[in-house]
């Protein structure tokens, strides 16, 4: 495996998209001046100019921790940092009997409600038990979807899409190159319908409301996701949100997917007040909202512990037949800890109402 080349980046709609860092390159001493692209065309083997400067309208080059322009010139001592979507080494994907729940399958897809707790893909440090290893064993034949990493074909068959790890739900894959293709299109073009419910901390002022924001890596901490007014740092990301339950302290809500960018829902809840119950990353594994009283603080503890994740579920997808046209709609129910989450939350208000 070649580490000095960039490589092509397929990028695939998702809520989980992680940067691994591949190049890190101190500037001599002595370097002149010099627009960073052709620096790293120079230095870096079978670079292109044109992959470089995707990368960095990507945000994927960044100097001095921080992103940069392709006509930005690099100086001595600057540290040219550059990232992939994938780790610097993936081993070989290897199909393991895992259960996973199957909800609709034919020739073309199959549909899948992930668990919480299940990895989709192979990544660095989650090389087996992910979802994509149950379904090269599950299912014979998957669309041919790799990944060129450092000159080495990554094999990632049939995903469309993904969903956090801990977050569980509905997953669709396709089975055929024809279904990658026009199920892809269906993603790039919001030409589908992704309904998510989860349960936010404190009480909405509206029934429903339309977030919209530029989202995209935190400058600070590239794990977690920001929000930007501008698209200089992030990609625009429109989330629908409608309230179903108030339960007093928290609120149940649906959420509607116009686009489906990393953390959207999640980052989007934060931005508005109203982390997600749980949500380690967004600030929601606390008492955001509540009383003083330790009798509550042992009630949520209890709550936390009930759902050890962040309270979210992607319930349903509609999308249109990539062979017959149809229209198909494929729902699940919310998952027994949120759903025992959701009925601690419904007792705990009767009881002081």
Request: glycine share 6%.
């Amino acid at each position: 495996m070649n580490n000095n080349q960039i490589s092509d980046n397929t990028l695939i709609e998702d809520d989980e998209q992680e940067l691994y860092e591949h190049h890190r390159i101190v500037v001599d001493k002595g370097q002149i001046m010099m627009r960073i692209d052709k620096f790293i065309v120079n230095r870096i083997q079978n670079a292109t100019r044109n992959k470089v400067q995707q990368a960095i309208d990507l945000g994927n080059v960044k100097v001095n921790e921080k992103p940069i322009k392709a006509n930005y010139k690099i100086k001595p001592f600057d540290v040219i940092t550059i990232f992939y979507a994938h780790p610097p080494k993936e081993t070989e994907l290897i199909p393991e009997d895992i259960p996973i729940t199957i909800v609709y399958e034919d020739d073309d897809v199959v549909v899948v409600n992930k668990k919480p707790g299940m990895v989709v893909h192979p990544s660095y440090g989650h090389y087996s038990g992910t979802l994509v290893n149950a379904l090269a064993f599950h299912i014979k034949q998957l669309a041919d979807k790799t990944q060129l990493i450092n000159g080495q074909e990554i094999p990632r068959p049939g995903l469309l899409h993904r969903i956090d790890k801990n977050t569980s739900g509905i997953l669709i894959v396709a089975k055929t190159d024809l279904a990658m293709q026009r199920l892809s299109s269906d993603f790039f073009h919001h030409n589908l319908d992704r309904r998510y419910v989860a349960l936010a901390w404190g009480d909405f002022e509206q029934d429903e409301g339309t977030i919209k924001t530029y989202v995209g890596r935190n400058l600070k901490n590239r794990k977690v996701m920001d929000v930007f007014e501008n698209e200089e740092h992030g990609k625009l990301a429109i989330t629908h949100y409608k309230v179903l339950v108030r339960l007093g302290y928290v609120t149940l809500i649906e959420c509607k997917l116009e686009t489906g960018r990393t953390h959207q829902i999640r980052v989007h809840m934060k931005h508005l007040g109203h982390p997600l119950f749980n949500d380690n990353e967004y600030g929601g594994d606390r008492i955001v909202k509540g009383t003083t009283f330790a009798k509550y603080k042992q009630f949520v503890e209890n709550c936390f512990e009930l759902c050890p994740r962040q309270a979210l579920h992607a319930k349903s997808l509609e999308i249109t037949h990539p062979r017959s046209g149809k229209k198909l709609k494929f729902d699940s129910e919310i998952p027994e800890d949120m759903r025992q989450l959701i009925e601690k939350w419904k007792n705990y208000r009767s009881s002081y109402q």
